[in-house]
């Protein structure tokens, strides 16, 4: 067996290092003596002749994938990679695949290389003696602490498949959250966007032909068709300056978000107060909150435990003090309803609901109920603030287009009515 790679850590003690897997090319002849090429991933060439041979192959040629100058660049892992991810794992292990097995498979059919790179590590740690737990947490910025930990209990309780099948739920259903917000935010923005583009460059580009031209009239202008000339011709002085001003600020904004704690959880308040999207935010928060407390309490997690977990899941500061608070009263024998009930932020539906799973002993099934309504209630919204926002958009793209051909044919219309 080849030595791994040996790394100091910093105790002093030396840690094998994952082995790099890479992709090879390879040419050969199969048992009936036909020619056979293709690809296989490995951590070296010995490695993979070996690999080849228990399928029967002997490969004449194998050398690693050249990597082109224009190559694909590696995708950026994303969390609905990771949920695709957990829903095949765990279909595997119900079909009773061995899980280095089921990295394998699902790793040779992943169409993003970076996810199949991490897959492929996560299968060497395991097979190197770590548990799948171990394994997982060595990657935080994929697997957070609660798909870890979630991950871990399913190990000790032996039913790592259900657990799977559950944090596979859980993600699937975080996601499709996620994807609704995005779309409630995604299409108005892009059509301001584009708005603000298309207005610039009628103000840049096309009304300074029309000043040229009403120059030569000799006569005065509509004050409406002289407001937009004044500004156009601030535009054409100042445009650079507003476009680096939204950029610095755009920049800002996203720099001030990854440094400053205190400015995060300001934005995070002032989304729950906006008028429309503020609601969206405030059920999708609570949906978040009762699928995260569901999923970990019904694997067996103490609810005080669950409830720590459940503060970092729900993704506003207003919500994970709140939850924090919560958890205190737990901690020191107070029942969840009341807790919630005296935090002020949870709506009177999830606390009764709550209430009647801590008194029939459902709490999970409870929760879960008020997750699938607030989701529910979070489709509904965005379906309707989409059907809204539409002709709203509309009549603005009419009045500002429309507004400056007015402006430009104003005063032309009034020299036709002279003559």
């Known amino acids: 067996m080849a030595t791994a790679t040996q790394t100091q850590t910093k105790s002093g003690n030396k840690k094998p290092a994952a082995p790099k897997v890479q992709t090879f090319n390879w040419e050969g ?8 090429k293709g690809e296989i991933t490995g951590q070296n060439v010995t490695l993979v002749k070996a690999d080849l ?5 002997v490969a004449n040629k194998v050398k690693k994938k050249p990597t082109s100058l224009f190559g694909q660049r590696k995708k950026k892992i994303t969390p609905l990679d990771v949920a695709v991810f957990t829903r095949q794992l765990a279909t595997m292990m119900k ?35 770590n548990n799948l737990a171990q394994s997982l947490a060595a990657h935080p910025a994929y697997f957070d602490s609660l798909f870890v930990s979630l991950v871990e209990s399913g190990e000790q309780s032996g039913a790592l498949e259900t657990m799977l099948d559950r944090i596979a739920i859980y993600k ?72 680096l001003g939204a950029i610095v600020a755009g920049i800002g904004f996203v720099e001030a978000k990854k440094r400053s704690q205190a400015f995060c959880d300001a934005v995070d308040r002032a989304i729950l107060k906006m008028p429309v999207a503020g609601d969206i935010v405030y059920k999708a928060t ?47 024998g107070t029942q969840l309803n009341f807790s919630m009930k005296s935090s002020g932020v949870f709506p009177p539906m999830a606390v009764q609901m709550t209430a009647i799973g801590e008194e ?10 008020v997750a699938t309504y607030y989701e529910d209630e979070v489709d509904n919204a965005v379906d309707g603030l989409t059907s809204l926002l539409e002709p709203i958009i509309m009549a603005v793209l009419g009045v500002l287009v429309g507004g400056l051909i007015i402006a430009m044919y104003l005063p032309i219309f009034q020299m036709g009515s002279v003559v």
């Open 53 to 57: 041979r228990k399928q029967g192959i």
């Open 172 to 243: 699937e259903k975080t996601e499709a959250l996620k994807a609704k917000i995005k779309k409630a935010i995604k299409y108005p923005v892009a059509v301001v966007v584009v708005a603000c583009i298309v207005t610039a460059i009628l103000l840049i580009k096309v009304v300074p032909t029309f000043e040229e031209l009403f120059s030569g009239f000799g006569a005065e202008l509509p004050a409406f068709t002289q407001m937009v000339i004044n500004l156009s011709e601030w535009m054409q002085e100042w445009w650079f300056v507003l476009l």
């Open 286 to 332: 609570i949906a978040r909150y009762a699928r995260t407390l569901a999923t970990t309490f019904a694997a067996g997690v103490p609810l005080v435990d669950a409830l720590d977990s459940v503060a970092g899941a729900t993704g506003n500061v207003v919500y994970r003090n709140a939850v924090n608070k919560i958890r205190d009263d737990v901690s020191s």
């Open 29 to 36: 002849m199969d048992k009936k003596g036909n020619k056979v």
């Open 95 to 129: 079909a009773g695949v061995p899980l280095v097995q089921s990295f394998e498979i699902v790793a040779d059919g992943h169409e993003n290389p970076s996810m199949r790179d991490l897959l492929l590590r996560i299968k060497s740690d395991i097979e190197g003696g």
């Open 360 to 369: 029939s002993g459902a709490l999970d099934t409870m929760l879960d109920k």
